[in-house]
């Protein structure tokens, strides 16, 4: 097995469990919630305590920061000097978040240092061009891997092919907080103005998101309706044997136990176990949370073809 190390940051989400394995590490990032400043270190009580926040909150009440290029590069040191090389930093999208580009500073600082020159020339930063589940599924397919013995080369060019082939759908259920974000990121292929409409007519966006852009490829009647949809269309792509990694990850911004009585679901659960694929079902990060709001739904794969345009956008 390859020892590679994997850092990502606390926006890939993916079941506890994984964040806390040997092999990864996880860079914070800040939380202002209500102006009071912590690090979200992907603890599961403090999650699940701040997204019951989140949820009777408004826009805005919440932000994230992500850590500076100075503190990204201490982050790089103490990963360093309890692991050392070699590291491949897997980061949130590039297009959503100054992380990537952080990291990216703090590998050159070292390689222009005499006395880390050799360890940084080790040190592989790739933007995932996703978030949330997207984000998360690169992740498990990245550790797959490196079980089944690929080396550091190998797992960035695997990481770099996962970029262009991951598609993340996402259901929120208060569409003002994807409006919110889309307004402050200057997105304008996300319509602020249709996404509150479709508040006032409960009328619930299904997102489709990949390395390029994101866009809203369905509205049904109800979030309730629109996750349904959701379901069956990861059912489809399981049916048809698109997926070229055997999981799905599924990311929730609220507690888990609703996952499992959302219509839909568990025929998904039971189809996947039939094919052998593996259904990751994850506490939504405060990151993505904040941006997506309380109670989105995220779910993540990697495949070859397009998949938003298969999505009707007729409202039932």
């Known amino acids: 097995m390859s020892r590679s190390l994997i850092v990502v940051d606390a926006g890939c989400d993916v079941p506890n469990g994984i964040l806390q394995t040997e092999s990864v590490a996880v860079l ?14 992907r603890n599961p009580l403090h999650t699940a305590e701040q997204l019951a926040l989140l949820d009777q909150a408004r826009p805005g009440w919440c932000q994230t920061e992500v850590l500076s290029a100075r503190e990204t590069l201490d982050f790089l040191h103490e990963q360093l000097r309890t692991l050392g090389p070699p590291i491949l930093a897997l980061h949130t999208s ?19 240092d005499p006395l880390t020159e050799a360890v940084a020339s080790r040190i592989g930063v790739q933007d995932s061009g996703a978030s949330s589940a997207g984000y998360g599924v690169q992740l498990i397919d990245i550790l797959e891997q490196r079980q089944r013995g690929l080396d550091w080369t190998q797992l960035q060019r695997r990481a770099h092919n996962n970029t262009r082939n991951t598609h993340t759908f996402t259901v929120p259920s208060k569409p003002e907080f994807v409006a919110a974000y889309a307004r402050s990121r ?8 249709k996404l509150l409409a479709t508040r006032l007519f409960n009328i619930a966006p299904i997102l489709y998101a990949t390395q390029t852009a994101t866009r809203v490829v369905s509205r049904r009647f109800g979030t309730v309706r629109a996750r349904e ?3 069956a269309k990861l059912r489809r792509v399981i049916t048809e044997e698109r997926l070229f990694s055997p999981h799905v990850v599924l990311s929730y911004g609220g507690p888990l136990n609703d ?5 839909g679901y568990q025929n998904l659960v039971g189809l ?11 506490t939504m990060s405060m990151s993505n949370a904040i941006n997506l709001g309380p109670r989105a739904l995220s779910a993540g794969f990697l495949a070859m073809q397009e ?4 999505l009707s956008s007729h409202y039932y």
């Open 272 to 282: 996947a176990q039939q094919r052998g694929i593996s259904v990751h079902v994850a």
């Open 28 to 41: 914070p990032v800040r939380l202002v919630l209500g102006g009071e400043k912590s690090l979200d270190l």
């Open 307 to 310: 998949h938003g345009n298969e």
């Open 94 to 112: 590039a297009q959503r978040s100054k992380m990537y580009d952080y990291m990216r500073r703090a590998v050159s600082t070292l390689r222009s």
């Open 259 to 263: 996952v499992d009585f959302m219509p």
């Open 186 to 193: 200057g997105i304008r292929n996300v319509s602020s103005a």
């Open 229 to 231: 949809v959701l379901f």
